[in-house]
T-cell receptor
Framework: GQQVMQIPQYQHVQEGEDFTTYCNSS?????IQWYKQRPGGHPVFLIQ?????EVKKQKRLTFQFGEAKKNSSLHITATQTTDVGTYFC???????????FGTGTKLQVIP | DTGVSQDPRHKITKRGQNVTFRCDPI?????LYWYRQTLGQGPEFLTY????????KSRLLSDRFSAERPKGSFSTLEIQRTEQGDSAMYLC??????????????FGSGTRLTVV
């Protein structure tokens, strides 16, 4: 079955430092989505990437979809304490009609 | 539109009891999904509906789990003869589906199940 892995599992950064999480799929993806889950909360949809090599930005967040559509990354510039949470990528591939969530990267920002 | 609602927020039950959870999706969304999440893990797919039709059920799901969406609106997830391993957060999500175009999911706040 489809497997989606993320690295790192945990990341602690000083406020103001940059942060990147990487997502790798065992299969070629048609779409990839990113979600943020605050501590004690539920996943919240951030963005969807569809095209090979696509790059999208949301303020300090930059999302990339790999050329082979098997990997993706999320980069946060100048982290803030409000960025704390777990970031999940979630991929759709082949005949699957629902997203498969990655293992997540838990971000802690030290003020 | 108040988003996706789940009820109850918390459920504590004794091993062997049956439990039922309810999910009310966003009314304009025709797809509804159930996921399960344990501490430190990503959400794990259980099943999903398009309107009232259940289109896929995870192979990891035992026969003790059943879900319905009788009129294509709210959905229920029932777990029979609960086991301690069923303790988890049960998340419901809904999304639009327009034939080949995927949209992001809107999740509810979840039902936290504790089996004692």
């Amino acid at each position: 079955g489809q497997q989606v892995m993320q690295i790192p599992q945990y990341q602690h950064v000083q406020e103001g430092e940059d942060f990147t999480t990487y997502c790798n799929s065992s299969t070629t993806l048609s779409n990839i989505q990113w979600y943020k889950q605050r501590p004690g909360g539920h996943p919240v949809f951030l963005i969807q990437l569809v095209k090979s090599g696509e790059v999208k930005k949301q303020k300090r967040l930059t999302f990339q979809f790999g050329e082979a559509k098997k990997n993706s990354s999320l980069h946060i510039t100048a982290t803030q304490t409000t960025d704390v949470g777990t970031y999940f990528c979630a991929g759709i591939s082949g005949g699957y009609q629902k997203v498969t969530f990655g293992t997540g990267t838990k971000l802690q920002v030290i003020p | 539109d108040t988003g996706v609602s789940q009820d109850p927020r918390h459920k504590i039950t004794k091993r062997g009891q049956n439990v039922t959870f309810r999910c009310d999706p966003i009314s304009e969304h025709n797809r509804l999904y159930w996921y399960r999440q344990t501490l430190g893990q990503g959400p794990e797919f259980l099943t999903y509906f398009q309107n009232e039709a259940q289109l896929e059920k995870s192979r990891l799901l035992s026969d003790r789990f059943s879900a319905e969406r009788p009129k294509g609106s709210f959905s229920t997830l029932e777990i029979q003869r609960t086991e301690q391993g069923d303790s988890a957060m049960y998340l419901c999500a809904s999304s639009r589906w327009t034939g080949g175009t995927y949209y992001g999911y809107t999740f509810g706040s979840g039902t936290r199940l504790t089996v004692v």
